[in-house]
């Protein structure tokens, strides 16, 4: 952080060198009789500087949101392929595999979904159903070819439903790195700042827009605050893909078709 400050303070100060000196080479015709000018110069630039950071901030925060929705269509796709492959499997072992998959689903959109909204990991009794229906599978008896491809089946899709585990993991932990959010404030400072380098003249009106102008600004901080962590705040990433993968197993046991969850 020291070196940050240093580097900005560096540039304020050679900024203002190259003023003082370019004021003493510039001809005298280019100078103005009073310096609204550079107030209006530095007003347009602060106002530049705080929308490219929100734009900036926003394009990475929806990416965010968007590679960890797709992350939890993948692992509940994956958790529909088990489920489908453990279902023609002999009756004890169907039973034992499929019912921990439901139980895993289960447990992903009920105490996980909490632990990951507040503590921002995830949970590890979940990881132990899990671990548990991964053990369930290789446990299998391969003596009859049939049941060793539907064991192949399944370990690859246990591969995919661990993998994209591991980037809801990352997901969850994430947050806008320390330097963004440093650089709004900074902006937002300025911006207020603004009002009174600017010389407006305080009168009931000028209050008021100011106050405006304030709202407008804490709803843009806000904004930025609630798209912050995908699994948290007021744009939530749903359990629409594991809630569908539920129904999609009530339906493979009914001798339904083909998976319905989003591509």
């Known amino acids: 952080m020291a070196l940050q400050l240093g580097v900005l303070v560096l540039f304020a100060l050679v900024a203002v060198a190259v003023f003082l000196v370019g004021d003493r080479l510039r001809p005298d015709t280019w100078r103005h009789s009073d ?5 209006t110069m530095v007003l347009d630039l602060v106002n530049m500087f705080f929308a490219a950071i929100v734009a900036f901030i926003v394009v990475i925060l929806w990416q965010q949101y968007d590679n960890s929705h797709a992350h939890t269509v993948s692992e509940a796709k994956a958790l529909v392929s088990v489920y489908e492959a453990a279902n023609d499997l002999p009756m004890q072992d169907r039973t034992q595999i499929q019912g921990l998959v439901r139980d895993y689903t289960e447990q992903v959109v009920g105490s996980e979904w909490s632990v990951m909204s507040k503590d921002a990991k995830l949970s590890q009794d979940t990881q132990n159903t899990l671990d548990e229906l991964r ?11 049939n049941v060793k491809d539907i064991q192949d089946k399944a370990d690859s899709a246990l591969d995919a439903v661990s993998d994209a585990r591991y980037d809801r993991g990352m997901d969850a932990a994430y947050r806008l790195p320390t330097f963004l959010y440093v650089a709004l404030w900074f902006g937002t400072g300025m911006l207020l700042l603004g009002t009174v380098f600017s010389g407006v003249v ?8 100011t106050g405006l102008f304030g709202v407008v600004i804490g709803a843009v901080i806000l904004a930025v605050y609630q798209l912050d962590r995908p699994f948290a705040g007021g744009n939530m990433v749903s359990k ?8 999609r197993y009530e339906h493979i046991v009914s001798g339904g078709s083909s998976s319905i969850l989003p591509r």
């Open 35 to 39: 310096d609204e000018a550079s107030s």
């Open 135 to 145: 053990a369930a599978v290789s446990g299998l008896s391969t003596a009859d070819p």
């Open 202 to 209: 305080v009168t009931k009106r000028s209050t008021i827009m």
């Open 240 to 247: 629409d893909a594991f809630e569908l993968a539920l129904s």
